[in-house]
């Protein structure tokens, strides 16, 4: 199988732009940036919710923004062949911008480690306002997990870092990592599993859904 084989109306899209891009055409380049945002913008929807110290302070379309900054940035440096090389591209876009976000509020001294709301001070001791109301560390501590995970997947062997990065930061499916990888599907799910059983260890058996 190669990379070209059974290609989908989004892998043919990228690589009609790519190739538009390599003879300057500065539209081409305008497209590729939707695509990934298209793709940016359902994974940070998705990551959000799970990461409150980020979402309180920053929004979908915060996150998206920034890392298609990155993304452009990149394409002056970076000339991608192939949709397998942009989307790769992109995916370490948004990685870095998620764990420069969880590093961020993770910080002793930020918003995130300081606001006090629900929560008021006692002698210098945080008194939740509620009685049910959750710890003032936990956003904290879900940052510090957060950045964790990012930087595993940094650390991941070649084939499962690759794989990681196209399902979980650009929301690729099983069957669309197996034609752009050019591999089968039984490969992606040995992958896969892989991947998540090693990330899975570098936090203490923690691995986020």
Not at 33 to 58: G, N, Q, S
Not at 99 to 117: M, V
């Amino acid at each position: 199988m190669t990379e070209l084989d059974n290609t989908s109306e989004p892998d043919r899209q990228i690589r009609d732009c790519l190739g538009h891009l390599r003879v300057g055409d500065p539209v081409a380049r305008e497209q590729l940036l939707a695509v990934a945002c298209d793709r940016m913008r359902h994974i940070a929807h998705r990551m959000l919710p799970r990461f409150p110290t980020v979402r309180r302070w920053d929004q979908t379309d915060d996150v998206v923004q920034n890392a298609a900054l990155r993304l452009c940035r990149a394409l002056d440096d970076v000339q991608p062949g192939t949709p397998r090389e942009f989307l790769g591209l992109a995916a370490l876009q948004i990685r870095r911008e998620l764990l420069d976000l969880a590093k961020k509020h993770a910080r002793a001294g930020s918003l995130a480690a300081n606001h006090e709301t629900n929560c008021r001070r006692l002698d210098g001791e945080a008194i939740m306002k509620v009685d049910d109301a959750a710890s003032p560390k936990d956003g904290v501590e879900a940052s510090a997990r957060w950045t964790r995970l990012h930087e595993a997947a940094e650390s991941l062997p070649d084939d499962e870092r690759e794989l990681f990065h196209l399902a979980w930061y650009m929301g690729l499916t099983q069957e669309e990592a197996s034609r752009l990888l050019g591999c089968s599907i039984r490969t992606v799910k040995r992958r896969w599993e892989s991947a998540k059983s090693l990330i899975a260890a570098a936090l203490d058996g923690d691995m986020p859904e």
